[in-house]
Antibody, heavy 115, light 109 residues
Framework: QVQLVESGGGLVKPGGSLRLSCAASGFPFGDYYMSWSRQAPGKGLEWISYITSSGSRLYYADSVKGRFTISRDNAKNSLYLQMNSLTAEDTAVYFC????????WGQGAPVTVSS | EVVLTQSPGTLSLSPGERATLSCRASQSLGSAYLAWYQKKPGQPPRLLIYGASGRATGIPDRFSGGGSGTNSTLTISRLEPGDFAVYYCQQYGSTPAWTFGQGTKVEVK
């Protein structure tokens, strides 16, 4: 049974940083693309970033390029999202997802950027 | 960047009725790169359709996808109470950057 569990969300001040983690189980993690998407309050889904199975290729939405970094540790079955220079516009629930296209999703980690 | 435009914004229907949702892309996608998701409040997205017409695991056959090029559709043949939700199309792979449409809300009339 596929399980994706996000952690590391919370309240952070504008300009601050946060690192999200996604612990994966129930499937061969190293065989799959992984991605992050988010949903701001009252808004639609927004794709943020994905990483290929080996980690050799990374892609980002323009809204986070240069501020967010996706990474993975296939030995630890874990996906990460390092978020820097956060603004109020980054307030959202962040989802990690498995596959191409994303077929399994975590429950999400809320991130609030506020002073 | 590929922009996806979904229509209508809201669809008001009754259980048992047929729902037809549209997703138009700003450039041709190739049918292999279009997915549809169902999203309910407090829940993660649920993949319904991939490759424009392939049904994801466990998705009932009342959900079907079609179209190619720049126009795609999601059809729900007979709405059940659990189908009232927001639906998003997503393009993946036609360009390095993925994108979602803005969503169509299917509400009870």
């Amino acid at each position: 049974q596929v399980q994706l569990v996000e952690s590391g969300g919370g309240l952070v001040k504008p300009g601050g940083s946060l690192r999200l983690s996604c612990a994966a189980s129930g499937f061969p993690f190293g065989d799959y693309y992984m991605s992050w998407s988010r949903q701001a309050p009252g808004k639609g889904l927004e794709w943020i970033s994905y990483i290929t199975s080996s980690g050799s290729r990374l892609y980002y939405a323009d809204s986070v390029k240069g501020r967010f970094t996706i990474s993975r540790d296939n030995a630890k079955n874990s996906l990460y999202l390092q978020m820097n220079s956060l603004t109020a516009e980054d307030t959202a629930v962040y989802f990690c997802a498995k596959g191409y296209p994303p077929e399994d999703w975590g429950q999400g980690a809320p991130v609030t950027v506020s002073s | 960047e590929v922009v996806l435009t979904q229509s209508p914004g809201t669809l008001s229907l009754s259980p048992g009725e047929r729902a037809t949702l549209s997703c138009r892309a700003s450039q041709s996608l190739g049918s292999a790169y279009l997915a549809w998701y169902q999203k309910k409040p407090g829940q993660p997205p649920r993949l319904l359709i991939y490759g424009a017409s392939g049904r994801a695991t466990g998705i009932p056959d009342r959900f079907s996808g079609g179209g190619s090029g720049t126009n795609s559709t999601l059809t729900i043949s007979r709405l059940e109470p659990g189908d009232f939700a927001v639906y998003y199309c997503q393009q993946y792979g036609s360009t390095p950057a993925w994108t979602f449409g803005q969503g169509t809300k299917v509400e009870v009339k």
